[in-house]
């Protein structure tokens, strides 16, 4: 029987207050309250295009910075990624995928190899979207990568407008992410030839 790949994760500091409940085998149903509206649309695309289960309640510190609330988050949707996946035997592991909305193409490659990495070129031509920083959006990859254990590449292809340019990044992220960690039926351990992730 295969096993169920769930998991919850929290954080809780002075600054914040983070809750995650995540499954990778679900139907793209998401509930996401983090006091930033543009953000919880960003994570919802994630699970409705990955088809993951999603639910997110974060508070915090939002009237000094939206920065710990952003950071704090990628950490904890990565780290109960990270328990979803389990010891990822049998799983893809790589996917690269171009998403374009509208004027704008973005492609993110993924490694769940165990190894965080992030690097990207984005270029947002408007700093606020809505009431969003978007100068954070690497801030959340860079935490959500070190959660997740996993490498990130974002490649903006094409810009322009800026809410695109983020939607086509986020509705990239779940797709690459639902097609790495597909399990391989041809796999009996774990995608490295080292016998081990990371």
């Known amino acids: 029987m295969a096993q169920s790949r769930r998991a919850r994760r929290a954080r809780r500091t002075k600054e914040t207050d983070v809750q995650v409940r995540f499954a990778l085998d679900g139907s793209g149903k998401a509930t996401v309250q ?4 543009f953000l919880d649309h960003m994570l919802e695309l994630v699970a409705v295009h990955g088809l993951f289960d999603l639910t997110v309640k974060a508070e915090g510190d ?8 952003v950071e704090d988050l990628g950490l904890v949707l990565g780290g109960a990624i990270d328990g979803a996946l389990g010891d990822r035997k049998g ?3 790589y996917a690269s995928i171009t998403i374009p909305m509208d004027e704008c193409l973005v492609a993110v490659s993924l490694d769940l190899g165990g190894r965080p990495y992030f690097i990207h070129d984005l ?4 700093r606020i979207v809505g009431a969003f920083d978007s100068a954070l959006v690497p801030d959340f990859f860079v935490a959500f990568a070190q959660g997740a254990r996993c490498t990130i590449h974002v490649s ?3 810009g322009g407008n800026t809410h695109h340019l983020l939607e ?3 509705k990239a992220l779940g797709r690459a992410l639902d097609v790495a960690s597909r399990r391989d039926p041809r796999r009996v351990g774990v995608p490295s030839s080292k016998g081990r992730i990371g």
């Open 34 to 37: 983090t006091g930033l509206p």
């Open 62 to 69: 939002l009237e000094v910075d939206q920065h710990h609330t």
């Open 91 to 93: 799983i893809a592991r």
């Open 123 to 126: 270029r947002p031509k408007t």
């Open 156 to 158: 903006q292809l094409r």
């Open 168 to 170: 086509a990044t986020f």
